[in-house]
């Protein structure tokens, strides 16, 4: 399922191998850096699974809570509530009434009236850029999102001029305001939500900003805070995975920990052959979850990896932190 927004280091093309490796059974899934929050919407959770997601973006988490627990005011304040046409306002009363959309209707909707998102003003940037961010806000959800939108990392500094047509917003919100309706959402540092929420039971997924990759995101997260993110997780109770970029810093940081190789194709170049090389780090030994799935799901995992690529485990530490 697609996010609201597009993130850099959105973990889309890696669900296949997260899936693979994570644990079968878990009461708690704790997704530290959610960003986007593809990771939640996609992990093949237990029933019954208390979800958590946390960025320490503030207005980035202000924007999944309006979407969470306000979207119609959202989608008001963005613009689609024009209401324009008379199969506008038929949509509009099947969103509130919470019916299923087929995908035959999404088609149908997507026939309406075309109304285009208004890329935000400079002095409304502004305002959101200098805003005290704690409080729960439609407007500043709402400029957010519109900055997401026309700018490639939300800094408001890359402005492209993308044509927007609210409606696919409708529809994606709708979609992800179900899937998070149980999410509980914070908006804390790393250090602290893991302190929070570590238990025997718990799933802790980790993907911090990459290394030597500073300057992506509105936060800051220098050198140290790897080796803090590190420091945290050695000590953790519950079952830890972390996803980096290749880098021999990381290997070397993480020698208590099992390290898996994998390649996706790089989404930020427009060349097909590009690739990405990513680390997926465990503190549990993942294999016998693996030779499960692959016993239980022979046939689509053997797709699975024909389809999204191979991977090898290139560490193994003398004896595992998670048994
Ligand atoms: C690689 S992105 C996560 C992408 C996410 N997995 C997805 O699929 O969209 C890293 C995220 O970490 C967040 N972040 C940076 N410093 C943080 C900190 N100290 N504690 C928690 N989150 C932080 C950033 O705001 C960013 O959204």
Not at 243 to 270: K, V, W
């Amino acid at each position: 399922m697609k996010s609201i927004i597009s993130w850099v280091g959105g973990k889309g093309k890696l669900m296949w191998l997260i899936n693979l490796l994570a644990p079968t059974r878990y009461e708690r899934s704790i997704d530290v850096f959610g960003g986007s929050g593809t990771v939640t919407l996609n992990l093949d959770c237990p029933g019954n699974t208390l979800k958590v997601y946390n960025d320490f973006n503030a207005n980035l988490v202000n924007l999944m809570r309006c979407a969470r627990d306000k979207p119609l005011a959202l989608i008001r304040e963005i613009g689609f509530l024009t209401l324009n046409a008379r199969d506008d306002f038929e949509v509009f009363k099947r969103f509130i009434a919470k019916e299923e959309f087929t995908e035959e209707d999404l088609k149908q909707e997507l026939k309406l009236t075309e109304i285009m998102l208004s890329p935000p003003s400079a002095a409304e940037a502004k305002e959101l850029l200098l805003a005290n961010a704690e409080e729960k806000d439609i407007k500043r959800a709402a400029i957010y999102y519109k900055l997401l939108r026309y700018s490639f990392n939300a800094n408001g500094d890359t402005y492209g001029g993308k044509r927007c047509d609210v409606r696919r917003f409708f529809v994606d919100i709708w979609r992800f305001n179900r899937a998070f309706s149980e999410v509980t959402i914070e908006n804390k540092d790393f250090e602290a939500l893991i302190k929070q929420y570590d238990r025997p039971n718990a799933f802790i997924y980790c993907d911090p900003p990459y290394y030597d990759a500073e300057g992506f995101y509105a936060v800051v997260f220098p050198k140290a805070d790897h080796i803090r993110l590190r420091d945290t997780l050695k000590k953790a109770q519950g079952y830890v995975m972390v996803s980096y970029n290749n880098s021999a810093e990381i290997i070397e940081l993480y020698q208590d920990f099992y390290i898996f190789h994998t390649t996706r194709p790089n989404s930020m170049s427009h060349k097909e052959s590009d690739i990405y090389e990513e680390l997926i780090i465990t503190n549990y030994d993942p294999r016998p979850y693996l030779q499960m799935k692959n016993h239980q799901l022979n046939l689509f995992s053997f797709i699975s990896l024909l389809n999204e690529g191979e991977y090898k485990l290139i560490h193994e530490p003398s004896s595992p932190l998670k048994a």
